[in-house]
C-alpha cells in the first residue's frame, strides 16, 4: 500500500512563507503526477498544485498562481509546495494525492477521481 506522508503546515502570519512536503513510499506515481489539494473551513476539497512526474509540467490554480510553486525530487519520491505572500483565505487542510494512471499532456488532471492515493493532510493557519 502506497503512503503519502505530508509535512510542514504550520501556523504563520499574513505574507508569511511555509513549505509543504509529501514524501511517498516508492515510486508508484512515476507514470502519472502528484498533487496538493485543500480544503478551507466550510469549503470543498479544491486542487491547488499539480506536478507531472515526467517532464515536471505543472498546473495552478488560478488563486494561488504566482504565490505558490510546486516541485519534485525525483530520487526522493518527494513533491514539495512552497507558498509566498500567505493570505487568510489559504489556511486550510493540505492534502498530498498521487495519481498512478498515464498523465496525457492534453489533459490536466484536476479532480480528485483523477488521483488513486491520498496523504492525512497538514494544517496550515494564516492569521490576519
Known amino acids: 500500500q502506497v503512503q503519502l506522508l505530508e509535512s510542514g503546515g504550520g501556523l504563520v502570519e499574513t505574507g508569511d512563507s511555509l513549505t509543504l512536503t509529501c514524501e511517498a513510499s516508492?515510486?508508484?506515481?512515476?507514470?502519472?503526477?502528484m498533487a496538493w489539494f485543500r480544503r478551507g473551513p466550510g469549503k470543498e476539497r479544491e486542487l491547488v498544485a499539480t506536478?507531472?512526474?515526467?517532464?515536471?509540467?505543472?498546473y495552478y490554480a488560478s488563486s494561488v498562481k504566482g504565490r505558490f510553486t510546486i516541485s519534485r525530487d525525483n530520487t526522493k519520491n518527494t513533491i514539495y509546495l512552497q507558498m509566498n505572500s500567505l493570505k487568510p483565505e489559504d489556511a486550510a487542510i493540505y492534502y498530498c494525492a498521487g495519481k498512478t494512471r498515464y498523465w496525457m499532456l492534453s489533459d490536466v488532471p484536476t479532480k480528485e477521481d483523477d488521483y488513486d492515493y491520498w496523504g492525512q493532510g497538514t494544517q496550515v493557519t494564516v492569521a490576519s
Open positions: 506536478i507531472r512526474w515526467s517532464g515536471g509540467n505543472t
Open positions: 516508492d515510486r508508484t506515481f512515476s507514470r502519472g503526477g
